[in-house]
Structures are given as structure tokens and as C-alpha cells.
């Protein structure tokens, strides 16, 4: 460790605009994989993931599923106007993004445009109740028929809100949802899960390579910049984590047998972590952790010391973000930056829909 793993200069690396994938490749598991090990890295295809495993490891999945977050409406003076969903406050209350949000002041109301899909004759309304200081967003009142739940609602009014660097997409919705995705809640998708098809989770299973769940529901912790020069004050917002007591009792029965806990993306190391982390599990039992649902805004850089995570699958991240530095807390940030590197050389596709690294337990520095 060095000051300069500290400083978030050290997290810039140049990036070639034609690399930032626009579309996900077909099938999903045709990705490239960069696999790394102990002291070098080669070059696969996803779909050969079977067999860089060892039956007994143990991947863990994050189930979440995007919604349709993004809303576009209108003032009541006629100016436009577009949200980001970000989380539920109440029933019928939700912390949002507002573009543009200057003028949205306590008071103000919004209507917004069913989409395409929409064939009722339902207005739906709301008011912005107050400004959030940690976010810069706004907390809305939905005006909402009794009994419904503005979840219920989003398939008609709302869009999958797909990442700002994807602007010349061809992507289907589903096509930014896991083929396990089961619980709602995220506003962008847990991508290192994008790779599997539901012939290669099977083929994992008979190589007795166990799945197990987590949900986090991606908000504004994990995509938000990083913005400090000093990136150990930086704050990460809050996301909603549950890790459930049949994960807890696998990952012990996994540890019991020999085998690894590969993550599957870094909100899965996050939410694991963030699980041990809660619960206060400091000893030198690194199987320690128990079932865990709340909040967690855990932040992972260079020095953490690692709890229950032994490996991971990961995209290849946005500079100067907190992703990048938590994959560099695993293998060390030089060495990271020197593999982006190389990925941009041998033209692999960057950010969610693109290619993906396998970090195997013998490459962590810790």
C-alpha cells in the first residue's frame, strides 16, 4: 500500500470510446473472460467457467431485478421533465433523481406519460414533498388508486433505464435483466450475472459447483462517482440487502467441505461482506456470518481485509469508481490497471454489457 492508492488520480485509465459495449453479445455466455491466477491471466469464453471452477466452490448470485425506474412527465406549467427512481421511502413515497431538478421545489407537481404499453386511461401524479441533501434528489408523493402500489404501476408508465453510457442501444429489456432475476427493486442491473444462460447454471450444478442467492437492489452507492480526491472520506449511499439463512447455512456448508465462495459481481461481494461486516464478525473464523436484511452502504478500497469472499466474477468497471476500487482491494490496484490495460490491447468489451474477469482465489492479495 502506497499514499497513491489512497488518491483517486490513481484510478484513471484512458478508455477508447468504440470499447464501451452498446449491446450484449448473443448468446450470453459467448463473452470474453479474462481469467486471472496467482501471478498470471489468459483468455477464455465465459461458457468455459465450468471448468476453471472446482466442484465444491460455491457461486453466489445476486436475484435481483431492475424496474422500470425511469419516468418522464411533466410540470404543471408545461416544462418536461424525466426521474430515476431510486428507493421507497413509504407506500407511497419515493427518494428520486429529478433532471432537471433546480426549479423542483416543495410543492411542485408532475404528471407523468404512460409508455407505449399502456392501455388505460390512468393519470398518474405526484408532488415533490422535499429536496434530499445527500442525493441532490427529490422525495415524491405518488398520487395512488387505494390498495396500489406504485410497483404495480411502473410496467405501464415507467423504462428500464438502461446506463448513460449505453446511447446507441439495440438491447432488449430483458436482455439487462439476469436470467435468474426474481426480486424487484434495482435501478441498474447486477452485470457480471448477465454472462450465465440457464444451460450453463445447469451445466455448473452437475459439476456439483453450488448456487446460492443474495439480494441487493442496485441503487445510487454502487454507480454514483467518485468524487473526493482522498477516497477513503467518500460515502457510499445505502442499498437494500438480504442474505438469507439458507445462503448463510451453504456458504458454511461450502466452507465445511473445502470449497470457494466465488461472488458473482460486486454487489454480491457487498452484500456477503456487508452481511459479516454488520454482524460484527472480526475474528479469524472467516465462515462467520449469519442471515442479514437491512440497508448496508459498505465501502470496499485497498487494505480491506476480507471476511467470507474468496474469489470473483466481475465486468471490467468506469474509471475513478468505488467498483474499481473494490476489485483492487482483491488483486491490488496496480496490477488491476495493468490488466485494463491489456483488455483495452486485445479489444475486449468494456462496462455492463460487455466482457467479463474471473478473479480466482489464488490471484487475492489478502
Known amino acids: ?49 465450468p471448468d476453471l471452477l472446482q466442484p465444491e466452490d460455491l457461486l453466489v448470485l445476486n436475484n435481483t431485478r431492475v424496474i422500470p425506474a425511469r419516468l418522464y412527465g411533466q410540470k404543471t406549467s408545461g416544462a418536461r421533465v424525466e426521474i430515476l427512481l431510486l428507493k421507497p421511502i413509504t407506500s407511497d413515497s419515493w427518494l428520486a433523481l429529478v433532471k ?23 393519470k398518474l401524479q405526484a408532488t415533490v414533498l422535499a429536496t434530499d441533501p445527500e442525493t441532490g434528489g427529490r422525495v415524491l408523493q405518488f398520487h395512488l388508486p387505494q390498495g ?53 447454471l445447469e451445466k455448473l450444478e452437475q459439476r456439483n459447483i453450488g448456487q446460492a442467492f443474495v439480494t441487493l437492489h442496485v441503487g445510487l452507492g ?19 440487502v438480504e442474505v438469507s439463512s439458507l445462503t448463510v447455512d451453504k456458504i458454511h456448508q461450502t466452507r465445511a467441505k473445502g470449497g470457494r465462495i466465488i461472488a458473482v459481481g460486486t454487489t454480491v461481494v457487498r452484500a456477503i461482506e456487508g452481511a459479516a461486516q454488520a454482524n460484527d464478525n472480526y475474528g479469524s473464523d472467516r465462515s462467520l456470518i449469519q442471515p442479514f436484511c437491512d440497508y448496508t ?53 468494456f462496462y455492463s454489457f460487455g466482457d467479463a474477469m474471473l478473479i480466482l482465489p489464488s490471484a487475492r492479495i489478502n
Not at 446507441?168 to 426480486?183: C, G, I, M, N, P
Not at 454502487?222 to 477513503?232: A, H, L, M, S
Not at 466481475?314 to 469508481?321: A, D, G, K
Request: include cysteine; aromatic fraction near 12%.
Open 1 to 49: 500500500m502506497t499514499d497513491l492508492d489512497w488518491s483517486i488520480e490513481a484510478y484513471d485509465y484512458e478508455l477508447p470510446q468504440e470499447l464501451i459495449a452498446q449491446n450484449p453479445v448473443v448468446p450470453r455466455d459467448s463473452s470474453r473472460l479474462m481469467v486471472l491466477e496467482s501471478l498470471a491471466h489468459r483468455h477464455c469464453i465465459f461458457r468455459d467457467l
Open 100 to 122: 432537471p431538478g433546480k426549479r423542483f421545489i416543495a410543492g411542485a407537481k408532475i404528471e407523468f406519460e404512460p409508455n407505449s404499453s399502456c392501455v388505460c386511461d390512468y
Open 148 to 200: 396500489v402500489s406504485l410497483l404495480n404501476l411502473l410496467d405501464q408508465f415507467g423504462h428500464v433505464p438502461f446506463p448513460p453510457y449505453v446511447t446507441d442501444s439495440q438491447a432488449l429489456t430483458e436482455q439487462y435483466q439476469t436470467v435468474y432475476s426474481k426480486v424487484a427493486g434495482a435501478i441498474a442491473a447486477p452485470t457480471a450475472g448477465l454472462h450465465f444462460t440457464d444451460e450453463l
Open 222 to 240: 454502487t454507480f454514483r462517482p467518485v468524487e473526493v480526491e482522498d477516497i477513503t472520506t467518500h460515502n457510499i449511499h445505502s442499498e437494500w
Open 297 to 349: 452502504n459498505i465501502y470496499i478500497y485497498p487494505g480491506y481485509k476480507w471476511r467470507v469472499i474468496d474469489g470473483l466474477i466481475t465486468n471490467f468497471h468506469l474509471p475513478r469508481s468505488s467498483l474499481l476500487m473494490l476489485v483492487s482491494a482483491m488483486i491490488g490496484r496496480k496490477r488491476l490497471l495493468s490488466l485494463y490495460q491489456d483488455a483495452v490491447t486485445k479489444q475486449y468489451r
